[in-house]
């Protein structure tokens, strides 16, 4: 008992030891959902069902829509799961804190609100768009797409990393 | 049993948010839903991010192909092109050095209190979700298609009737690949 509550509360983990637990989890969604794990497309679902709250129903008619279709499904209710579980350990563990600007953000580029958020925000949508023309993200391409082999997804991962790691060198590189 | 389970829309958002759930907590106790952990990744000093997913990838892999032997499950592989699969994730990677999250991690930091994944994370990427929604048309009729390979995996190139072989040959770069990295200090 004590061991498991002592696990339960670390604050950190092996990576090995949570690279194994997303391999089972990646087993159990192929196998219970039929579903590879993969985050991005609830994105564009929660773009699509905000416009359509704005504009109405017309535009359920935008072929990517009709796509991917916009209902509140099992990739949705990953989503919400992945901040329940993303919050619950942070919080056995100690380590919620909440901040604005990240403590290695400030010491590069200092303390102001504006100019995190306005790279956040440029940064997310580069994600959402990215991830939707490249048809995955970290989880669908980098996780689910490389453990079936799929060369594609392969070649998605590499680019992640690599468009990733020349961004940090440009933001950080020399300190 | 699998089947009727598979098929109800009911037990399949069960399942999501259970699955999400787990999938949160171990993306948070691996500390991957840190900005500087990911940062340092990118950085190329701190390798928490890629032990995290190749060791996924070495585990899902034989359960996954063990489980498709057996009949149990079926593969789920997304067609690649020069054209998706190229521009896209390098746009992708841009906005992941400058966001610091990519969108299951960035959903993850909010659950420790990141509010930059919030209000600039999670409004970002379904706005740029949304964008690619008014860009798809035009993106799949001149550009999705270019160069087209499918959806074939390193199996089908190097030997489609040793599959096995294949596989335990991928795990056990990784694994060497993980204790070379451990080796030289990472």
Not at chain 2, 59 to 81: C, F
Request: aromatic fraction near 12%; hydrophobic fraction near 50%; include cysteine.
């Amino acid at each position: 008992m004590d061991v498991i509550v002592r696990i339960l509360t670390a604050a950190e983990w092996s990576p090995y030891a949570v690279g194994v637990g997303i391999g089972v989890l990646s087993w159990l969604a192929f196998l219970l959902s039929d579903h590879p794990l993969g985050v991005s497309t609830a994105f564009a679902k929660t773009a699509g069902m905000i416009e359509r709250g704005v504009r109405g129903p017309q535009v359920t008619q935008r072929p990517y829509y009709q796509k991917i279709s916009l209902d509140i499904d099992w990739k949705w209710m990953l989503i919400v799961g992945l901040l329940l579980g993303a919050f619950v350990a942070a919080w056995l563990g100690g380590t919620i804190r909440w901040e604005w600007v990240p403590a290695m953000w400030e010491s590069r580029f200092g303390s102001g609100l504006g100019a995190r958020l306005a790279v956040a925000l440029a940064g997310g949508v580069c994600v959402g768009f990215g991830a939707r023309w490249g048809r995955g993200c970290t989880s669908g391409h980098g996780i689910s797409g490389a453990l079936q082999l799929v060369l594609g997804s392969w070649l998605a991962a590499l680019c992640f990393f690599l468009g990733g790691i020349i961004t940090a060198f440009a933001l950080y590189g020399g300190v | 049993m699998l089947d009727r389970m598979r098929s109800s829309p009911g037990v399949q958002k069960l399942m999501g948010l259970a699955l999400g759930f787990f999938f949160g907590f171990l993306l948070q106790k691996g500390a991957v839903c840190n900005y500087e952990v990911i940062m340092d990744q990118l950085l190329l000093r701190d390798f928490t991010v890629i032990k995290v997913i190749f060791t996924a990838i070495a585990t899902g892999m034989v359960g996954v192909y063990a489980m498709r032997a057996a009949g149990l499950v079926s593969l789920h592989k997304k067609p690649g092109s020069v054209g998706a699969s190229i521009p896209g994730p390098l746009i992708f990677g841009l906005g992941f050095g400058l966001l610091g999250y990519c969108p299951g991690t960035a959903v993850g930091a909010i659950g420790h209190g990141a509010l930059d994944a919030l209000v600039g994370g999670l409004v970002g990427i379904t706005l740029g979700a949304g964008l690619y929604a008014v860009a798809f048309p035009w993106l799949d009729r001149h550009v999705l298609n270019v160069g087209d390979f499918g959806d074939r995996t390193l199996i089908d190139v190097l030997g489609p009737r040793y599959p096995w072989a294949v596989i335990v040959a991928a795990v056990t770069v990784i694994i060497a690949g993980l204790g070379m990295l451990e080796y030289i200090g990472y």
